[in-house]
């Protein structure tokens, strides 16, 4: 579970969100919306603790995260960005095993619960044909899939995804909803993501978290289309 404390964000002189509180549960599966530059990206990191609220805290688990030490956040939190990534002479299933970082020693050696955490992830995120292929023979599917296999494999409880649909094409995307969705119903994980896709969110979604700049408007896919803001912000009529 993850939880906004009445947090501040923003960068310069600039606030993007101002003393916004929100609770995403256990299982939940929420589309992160919002115009350009409007602070997606920088809420996630914060999330993440790759960037830190100018005001309020934010809880995982219970957690404040400011009293996590870098090895317990990377056992909490995963995060998937935006960025293609192309490893030359790296195989797929080297890169899910990255995934298991948090919970190995200092040499990085793979266990035996090591090694079946990372078949598992491969697994459940349907990439288990091409584990041995190099990551630069993949396609922009694919790679996205490798990554969420890498996040799973870390076996936290919150994943977090920066435009995971950002390079791919229609039914790469729908496909990338559908295993997103998965994860957070079968699994039990908290899934929050950013992204531009409108019709994609609201139709799979469980709940949206739209900024309205510089607030935070969460509710459920079907409720927060009522309200009318989404055709406000967007400056769009959705259906």
């Known amino acids: 579970m993850i939880e906004l404390h009445d947090i501040t964000l923003g960068y310069g002189s600039r ?7 929100a609770t995403f549960p256990a299982g939940s599966f ?3 919306l919002g115009r350009n530059g409007s602070g997606k990206s920088t809420l996630l990191r914060a999330i993440a603790s790759l960037g830190k609220p100018a005001d309020g805290y934010i809880t995982i688990g219970g957690r404040d995260i400011r009293d996590l030490g870098s090895g317990e956040r990377a056992r909490m939190v995963s995060m998937v960005t935006t960025e293609r990534v192309r490893v030359a002479n790296l195989a797929c299933r080297q890169v899910v095993a990255l995934g298991r970082a948090p919970y190995t020693d ?3 050696r793979l266990r035996t619960e090591d090694r079946e955490s990372v078949e598992r992830a491969m697994e459940l995120t349907g990439v288990s044909a091409f584990a041995d292929k190099s990551m630069d023979r993949m396609s922009d599917g694919e790679c996205q899939r490798i990554m969420i296999a890498r996040a799973v494999a870390q076996q936290t409880p919150v994943i977090l995804l920066d435009e995971p649909c950002a390079f791919l094409d229609l039914p790469a995307r729908y496909e990338m909803h559908r295993l997103l969705r998965r994860l957070a119903r079968e699994e039990g994980k908290t899934i929050l993501f950013s992204t531009h896709d409108l019709d ?5 979604c469980d709940s949206i978290a739209l900024i309205d700049t510089p607030h935070l408007v969460c509710g459920r896919a079907e409720d927060v289309v009522r309200s009318g803001i989404v055709e406000r912000t967007f400056g769009l009529g959705v259906k």
Do not use: F, K, N, Q
């Open 106 to 108: 200092w040499s990085g």
């Open 15 to 21: 606030t993007l969100l101002e003393r916004i509180s």
């Open 30 to 32: 929420t589309a992160l």
């Open 200 to 204: 994609m969110a609201l139709g799979h």
